[in-house]
């Protein structure tokens, strides 16, 4: 199993975000704009998320998942098989549209997968391990109203 480690992992948008985190300010509405967006699978460009030693890559569609606060994204998210975050929590809510393998979210104790097919909709400052089960790569989708953070929580 590989464990993503947490200090590198997104170092810089976990800097940005961090005077955003625990202000008292809700969380921008998603916006999308009116412009049509086609992107066969052969154009997508996917990239490492930074810290993760190529387990967890991402292919933006919209916006930019990096976007350090500077609004809405949507994007693939790619785990290996068996990569596991660890225990931590979002600042924003994270809807996850699980289309290849088996994601698992562990919460309070219990686990739930998530096979191909599914969605969940993870609460902001929620607790929680997840990752990918062994045996087959899982591909997200996944979209929020500014970038993608992953905060580690102490267990």
């Known amino acids: 199993m590989t464990t993503v480690p947490f200090r590198p992992l997104l170092v810089a948008s976990?800097?940005?975000?961090?005077?955003?985190?625990?202000?008292?300010?809700p969380a921008a509405p998603l916006a999308l704009d009116d412009a049509a967006v086609s992107l066969p699978a052969a154009q997508l460009q996917w990239r490492d998320v930074p810290g993760t030693g190529g387990a967890v890559r991402y292919a933006?569609?919209?916006?930019?998942?990096?976007?350090?606060?500077?609004?809405f994204y949507s994007a693939f998210v790619r785990f290996k098989a068996g990569t596991d975050n660890g225990?931590?929590?979002?600042?924003?809510?994270?809807?996850?549209v699980v289309l290849a393998g088996t994601f698992y979210a562990r919460i309070d104790g219990r686990e739930v997968l998530y096979p191909a097919g599914s969605f969940y909709n993870l609460p902001a400052g929620k607790v929680h391990e997840s990752g990918c089960k062994a045996g087959t790569d899982c591909l997200?989708?996944?979209?929020?109203?500014?970038?993608?953070?992953?905060?580690?929580?102490?267990g």
């Open 14 to 25: 976990l800097l940005a975000l961090a005077g955003t985190a625990c202000a008292a300010t």
């Open 60 to 71: 933006n569609t919209q916006g930019d998942i990096l976007s350090d606060g500077k609004g």
């Open 87 to 96: 225990l931590h929590t979002h600042s924003q809510t994270l809807p996850t």
């Open 140 to 154: 997200l989708f996944q979209y929020q109203a500014n970038n993608f953070d992953l905060v580690s929580a102490k």
